[in-house]
């Protein structure tokens, strides 16, 4: 069983467009995230979701929007897709006990902007 | 805001050598660890590191949060073909969980034949 599942693995679509992105755990964790990793591997943080509430937002433009309707499930959407939007997104969840800072990550969503 | 230094950036060895990489941040952490991702993969944990002085293993893998909470290393002995990839340091400063997780640049690990 996969813990955390995202979909699709690879989009690939032309600028102007508006695209979504899926995510979900079955490992009963509370919180939830989404990381961006660029061409040269860095991973950045955009999104953090506790429980149904937006914890982190990072400095990301308003065309991104995550979503979670519920603690499982953490989706996110792009509209106006741009050519540097093009990256590897990774979505990660945690349970966050004092002390506990491990993440599980998705498999990633390697997206592609013509 | 924080930032992690990785280094070194890369490396490239013969199979069975010892391996060293580390992290150095300006700001203390009260939590470290490393991760690991594998082509076409997402991270994955290695070791977390939660005391000052703290040294960890996990089979051939040893990691220890620096005295000073602004460093930590990774040491791999004896490194097999499985271990190639790209490693990557995090730090926490909250002790509320992976909130604002800092990641460091990464290690990539190439191991020659």
């Known amino acids: ?114 | 805001g924080q930032q992690l230094n990785q280094s070194p950036q890369s490396m490239f060895i013969q199979e069975g050598e010892d391996v060293s990489m580390n992290c150095t941040s300006s700001s203390i952490f009260n939590t470290w660890l490393w991760y690991k991702q594998d082509p076409g993969e997402g991270p994955v944990l290695l070791i977390a590191l939660y005391k000052a002085g703290e040294l960890t293993s996990n089979g051939r893998l040893t990691a220890q949060f620096g005295i000073t909470r602004k460093d930590s290393f990774l040491n791999i002995s004896a490194s097999i073909p499985s271990d190639v990839g790209i490693y990557f340091c995090a730090g926490q400063l909250s002790p509320q969980g992976a909130q604002k997780l800092v990641f460091g640049q990464g290690t990539r690990l190439t191991i020659n034949p």
């Not at chain 1, 308003?62 to 050519?83: C, G, Q, T, V, W």
């Not at chain 1, 997104?89 to 013509?114: H, I, K, M, N, W």
């Open chain 1, 1 to 114: 069983d996969t813990a955390v599942s995202q979909t699709p693995k690879y989009l690939v679509t032309q600028m102007g467009n508006d695209k979504s992105i899926k995510c979900e755990q079955n490992l009963g964790h509370d919180t939830m995230y989404w990381y961006k990793q660029d061409s040269k591997k860095f991973l950045k943080i955009m999104f953090s979701y506790n429980n149904k509430e937006l914890i982190i937002n990072e400095t990301v433009p308003n065309r991104f929007s995550p979503k979670s309707p519920d603690k499982a499930h953490l989706n996110l959407h792009i509209n106006s897709l741009e050519l540097g939007d093009s990256a590897v997104y990774f979505c990660a969840s945690s349970q966050d006990s004092p002390g506990l800072g491990e993440l599980f990550f998705g498999e990633g969503s390697r997206l592609t902007v013509l």
